[in-house]
């Protein structure tokens, strides 16, 4: 059985995102992804990264003395071993996050992770290979995230969460890509407008959507660092 996996980095951070944003939180941030969001703020863990067997990502975990761990990419689940990981995880007495972009299985996923679910708006580039029936697995302690760039990607959302009666399963998180200017994302798309955070809020306030409206508070707190953080 293949136990190594490829590794990104491994870092302790504010958790910046969801439901647990400013605990402190271990960090492992796996290799490889199946999709290219246009957008995405990690393309570094496309390909780079080096094989740790899990017993050596254990260690390094243990070492950095936090309870909580989020297991994130790149696209986690794209590596066979990474089931195992997040069991060892919660067998080693950890509380566990899996962040995973929602075109692969979360089935497998052991019960005591919680997971953080991607649903791929328009301007992504990637929402026709979400996983639908991802929705019908969901539970109380699962996250659904939607990242936002306009007012396209909103209705986009809005209607996935209403299709799927998704407020009433789990929390919902509205996330604004950037906050405001304008965000290289790339040769062949060009400038991408970021939306403002505050006009995101008021589409939620004007629909009345009983979702949360999510910040990425380790890049307030650290602006310009891609790494680590």
């Known amino acids: ?44 863990a496309w390909e780079e990264g080096e094989f740790f067997s899990i017993e050596e990502i254990l260690r390094r975990v243990e070492g950095l ?24 995880l ?3 007495g950890h509380e566990v996050l899996l962040e995973t972009n929602g075109s692969l299985d979360i089935g497998s996923v ?12 328009p301007s992504s580039g990637q929402h026709q290979v979400n996983r639908w029936e991802n929705m019908g697995l969901l539970t109380g302690r699962d996250e659904m995230k939607f990242v936002i ?25 509205f996330c604004p890509v950037g906050g405001g200017g304008a965000q290289r ?14 006009a995101l809020a008021e589409w939620i306030l004007g629909d009345k959507l009983n979702v949360r409206l999510g910040l990425q508070l380790h890049k307030i707190l650290w602006p310009g660092r891609d790494r680590g953080v």
């Open 1 to 44: 059985m293949n136990r190594r996996l490829k590794v990104n980095e491994i870092f302790m951070s504010i958790q910046g995102e969801g439901t647990r944003a400013g605990l402190p939180c271990v960090f492992v941030r796996l290799s490889g992804c199946n999709l290219r969001c246009s957008w995405c703020d990690t393309p570094y």
């Open 149 to 173: 760039a306009d007012r396209t990607d909103y209705e986009f959302a809005r209607g996935v969460v209403g299709r799927f009666a998704l407020a009433s399963k789990c929390p919902v998180l």
């Open 90 to 92: 919660c067998d080693a």
């Open 185 to 198: 994302i790339g040769p062949q798309q060009g400038c991408l407008p970021r939306l403002a955070p505050a």
């Open 110 to 121: 052991d019960s005591r992770v919680v997971r953080i679910v991607d649903v791929k708006c």
């Open 65 to 88: 003395k936090c309870p909580l761990v989020e297991v994130t990419g790149g696209e986690p689940l794209h590596q066979a071993a990474t089931a195992d990981l997040l069991r060892e």
